[in-house]
């Protein structure tokens, strides 16, 4: 996925930022349904690839695994290398597929309510070019 498809419209205020909140959760699952992966490398993953008006707060991150795990959405364990500190790696359980699933749901119907407002919108606008 490359930013480039991401950025939001011209449109928006300049110097505005976003919060991730209410989706950072839906983010976060998908990363680790794709791949299983430490914080360190879903907050990476967070910081490059979301558009960069996005705020990614990384202790919002952690507490959100954390909850995850409290939950029953994700597991985790212990990776010790040979060099460096040890990293905590996240796999997705069976719970937190389905709740995958439930935001690929929900993500779809605020998709068609978007895309509905942008068309109404387009049309009201047409009388203004």
Do not use: C
Request: hydrophobic letters at 40%.
């Amino acid at each position: 996925m490359k930013k480039e498809g991401l950025l939001m419209p011209n449109a928006m205020e300049p110097g505005r930022r976003y919060q991730t909140g209410k989706h950072l959760e839906a983010f976060i699952l998908l990363f680790i349904y794709q791949q299983p992966m430490h914080g360190g490398a879903i907050l990476k993953r967070l910081q490059d690839e979301l558009p960069p008006v996005w705020i990614i707060d990384s202790g919002g991150v952690y507490r959100l695994l954390r909850d995850l795990e409290n939950q029953g959405a994700v597991s985790s364990s212990w990776i010790t290398e040979d060099q460096g500190a040890p990293k905590r790696f996240y796999r997705i359980t069976d719970e937190g597929i389905e709740r995958l699933k439930q935001w690929a749901a929900e993500l779809r119907v605020r998709r068609n309510s978007m895309d509905l407002f942008l068309t109404w919108w387009e049309e009201a606008n047409k009388s203004e070019e």
